[in-house]
C-alpha cells in the first residue's frame, strides 16, 4: 500500500527453504487468454498480487465471471462476455492489459483497450502488436488514449517479429487461435511464460506448435474449451531469492521451481563463486568463499540473462571485489534506480541509459530508499538484506506488484523484516522519486 514502509535490520544471512509461487508473468496472459475460452477455466498457482487481483476486476467488467476459490486457485467463465472494451485506471496501469487486445480481438473481433501502462521504464511500443493483428486482416486506430482494433473475419498468415517482443508475441498468438487457417509468428519470444499461455490455450482445445523456439505455428480452431490447468513456478521471484541468499552470505533451498529455466543466472551465479545444487525442482544456493568474484551481465531475450533479474544483480555486484559491468540489452532507461543503491553506498556509475559500471567491494549501509519500479523495488530488499543498519524502502505498490508473501518468505529465512504504517513519503523522497 502506499501509506506503508517496508523497514529491514540488515546484516543476517538467510537460512532455510523458500517455496516459489506461480509466475506472476504466465499468470497474468493465461487469465487474460480465458477469455477467448467458451466455458470455465480453473487456473491453479495463481500469485496473490495486485496485478492478479486488478485483472480480475477487468475481466468482470466485461461480463465474465471471475475470482479466487481457493488460495492459489481462479476460476474464469468467460461464456457470458458482453464487452469488448477494457478501459479504465486498472488497464492504464499495468502492462499485461495489452494482452486484452489479443483475446477480445481473437473473440470478438473488436477491442477497444486503453493504452497500458506499467513500471516507468522503457519505450513499450504496440507497433509490432497492430503489425501482427494487420497482418490477420484487422485495423486499427488510436484515439483519446484508446486503441481500437477490429475486424469482419481473421485469417492466418506469417508475422515476422522485427524484434524479439514477449508481449507482441503472446498478442498475436492470442489473436490467432480463433482464426481461419494458419497463423506462422517468425521470430517468436522463446521465454518460458509463451510456452506456458500456449500450453494453456492447447489444453484448451488450441493448436499451436513450436512454442519455445523461434517459429510458433498456430492452426485456427472454432472453438475453445474449458478446463484445468497450473501455472509455471515464477522464474524470477527464484532468482530474486537466489540472488538474495548469496548476497547475504546464507544457505537457502529455493523450491518449486524448474531449474532449467535458472540457467543462466546459474552461470552468473558460479562464476562469481557462489555454491549451487541442483535437484530436480529445487535449487540451493550458498555461499562457499568469503569474496565474491566480480563478473559482467548482459541481459538478453531468454535464454539469455533476463531483464527481470538486472537490478537485483547489481546489488550483489557491489559485493564483488573489482569492477563489474551490467549491460541492459532488452529496455532503455531501466538503470533509474541506481541512485538510491549509492545512497546506501554503492559506487556505480551509469554511462549513456544502458550500461552500469559497479566498482565493488564497497559496503552498503541503511538508508531510506523509494522502489523505482517492480524489479528495482526487489533489488532495494535485497540491498536492505545486505546492508548495515535499517533501511527502509517506500513506494511499496510496485513490489506488490509481483511478489507474493515477500515479507513472510523472507522473515521464514531469518531476516529482521516487517511492514509499518506511515504518514506520507517524505519530501527529499519525494522529489528524488519524480
Excluded at 185 to 202: M, R, T, Y
Excluded at 308 to 331: C, H, R
Aim: charged share 25%.
Amino acid at each position: 500500500m502506499n501509506d506503508e514502509k517496508m523497514v529491514i535490520l540488515g546484516g543476517v544471512p538467510l537460512s532455510g527453504e523458500v517455496k516459489i509461487s506461480g509466475a506472476k508473468n504466465s499468470a497474468v496472459a493465461i487469465l487474460v487468454a480465458s477469455i477467448l475460452v467458451n466455458g470455465k477455466c480453473v487456473i491453479e498457482n495463481v500469485p496473490r498480487v495486485s496485478d492478479i487481483y486488478d485483472l480480475i476486476g477487468i475481466i468482470k467488467s466485461l461480463g465474465c465471471e471471475a475470482g479466487f476459490v481457493g488460495n492459489d486457485v481462479v476460476e474464469v467463465d468467460c461464456s457470458g462476455i458482453k464487452s469488448h472494451r477494457a478501459v479504465g485506471e486498472a488497464v492504464r496501469k499495468i502492462r499485461a492489459s495489452s494482452y486484452f487486445m489479443g483475446a477480445l480481438l481473437g473473440r470478438m473481433k473488436k477491442a477497444s483497450v486503453d493504452l497500458p501502462g506499467g513500471c516507468d521504464f522503457g519505450v513499450r511500443p504496440i507497433d509490432l502488436h497492430l503489425k501482427g493483428f494487420k497482418a490477420l486482416g484487422a485495423e486499427s486506430d488510436i484515439e483519446y488514449g484508446v486503441v481500437n482494433i477490429k475486424a469482419d473475419k481473421l485469417v492466418g498468415d506469417t508475422v515476422y517479429m522485427d524484434v524479439v517482443s514477449v508481449g507482441a508475441t503472446i498478442d498475436v498468438m492470442l489473436a490467432a487461435v480463433l482464426a481461419d487457417g494458419m497463423t506462422v509468428i517468425d521470430s517468436a519470444a522463446k521465454e518460458p511464460h509463451v510456452v506456458d499461455v500456449a500450453n494453456f490455450l492447447n489444453s484448451m482445445g488450441a493448436n499451436i506448435r513450436g512454442a519455445g523456439t523461434d517459429v510458433i505455428k498456430i492452426r485456427g480452431v472454432k472453438e475453445l474449451h474449458g478446463g484445468t490447468f497450473s501455472v509455471i513456478p515464477d522464474q524470477i521471484e527464484a532468482g530474486t531469492f537466489m540472488i538474495a541468499a548469496a548476497a547475504t552470505g546464507g544457505d537457502v533451498i529455493v523450491s518449486n521451481i524448474i531449474p532449467k529455466h535458472m540457467e543462466s543466472l546459474s552461470a552468473k551465479l558460479e562464476e562469481m563463486g557462489v555454491g549451487l545444487e541442483e535437484d530436480d525442482e529445487a535449487i540451493r544456493v550458498y555461499v562457499k568463499r568469503p569474496e565474491l568474484r566480480r563478473c559482467n551481465v548482459k541481459t538478453q531475450p531468454y535464454p539469455g540473462f533476463p531483464t527481470d533479474l538486472q537490478p537485483q544483480m547489481l546489488v550483489l555486484l557491489t559485493k564483488a571485489k573489482g569492477t563489474s559491468i551490467m549491460t541492459e540489452n532488452v529496455w532503455d532507461n531501466r538503470l533509474k534506480y541506481v541512485s538510491e543503491l549509492n545512497r546506501m553506498g554503492a559506487a556505480i556509475t551509469v554511462e549513456g541509459s544502458d550500461v552500469a559500471v559497479v566498482e565493488g567491494g564497497t559496503k552498503l549501509t541503511g538508508a531510506p530508499v523509494c522502489a523505482k519500479d517492480l524489479r528495482a523495488g526487489a533489488a532495494m530488499v535485497i540491498a536492505g538484506l545486505m546492508a548495515d543498519g535499517v533501511t527502509e524502502i517506500y513506494n511499496l505498490k510496485y513490489i506488490d506488484r509481483g511478489y507474493e508473501d515477500l515479507e513472510k518468505k523472507l522473515r521464514a529465512l531469518g531476516a529482521q523484516i516487517t511492514r509499518r504504517k506511515v504518514n506520507p513519503m517524505p519530501d527529499y523522497l519525494k522529489a528524488a522519486n519524480k
